[in-house]
């Protein structure tokens, strides 16, 4: 049985589809004061296993409690094989402390759905693999560059170069280019002078090349428009841009588009406007190997 709570109902109906199962009905509503109320409306047999998909990005407050009320009833009706798929999984950016006495708020995340009898958990490129260790249930952090791979072969005409706008995202840029059989970058800065800082491709010339940058998160789009703004500079000749979570803050896409972006995609771990890749079989596959 799939649960899809409010901010991935039509993930988790794919998920259904992908698996032959059965999707439960799920009321839900905002009281005029802000609060939420919750009904699981379908009949759910102890012995069931339960697959809940809610991803908890914006509004996080609101999804991860949304998720606890689905757990807690899930709790109340008996059911104890219950596994999260929370493909954006909000608040793993502070997953360990930068200053004295900050929250860690995945840590703390992390012991609020443990309570709540969930057996496992899965998500898709976790901000960071060690978020896996602040649980004590088997976290699954799956990946969806094949995916976005698989996206690109089959909807680009000219195999393009992978760029990663960072150090820190090379291992996308790696795990795609591997894939489609291309090459891949990353963008670097180098210090030519104690003033001058120069932001360009680590060991490949991107002249006149179509390039794909990828990234896990697109938040306010700052990254990406710096890094369209240095590959144009040096030639490129178009400039595609893919996420895992389009997060895009406010006027995000507007400024990537403005950039000078060709396109700007994104997965359905968040929903958007750009959400055009689903990763509705890649959680399915891994529901089916375990
Ligand atoms: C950083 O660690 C992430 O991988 C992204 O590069 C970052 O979240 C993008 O943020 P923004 O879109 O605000 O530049």
Redesign the pocket.
Known sequence: MIIGGSASQALASQVAMELDDKLCSVETKKFPDGERYLRIKDEIPEDEKVIVVQSTGYPQDENMMELFFILDTLNDMNVTDITVVSPYLGYSRQERRFKEVECISAKATAKLIQTMGVKRLISINL?EQSICDLYDIPVDNLSAMPTIAEHIKNTFDVKPVILA??K??INFAKEIAMILDTDYDYLEKVRLSPEIVETKTKNISVKDKNVVII??????????VNAINILKEQGAVAVDVFCVHP?L?ND?VLKINAAGAHSVQGTNTLKSDVSFVSVAKTIADHLKSL
């Open positions: 901000h706008p960072d820190g995202a990234d896990d998160i697109i938040s306010t789009g700052g990254t990406i997060v803050v995000a």
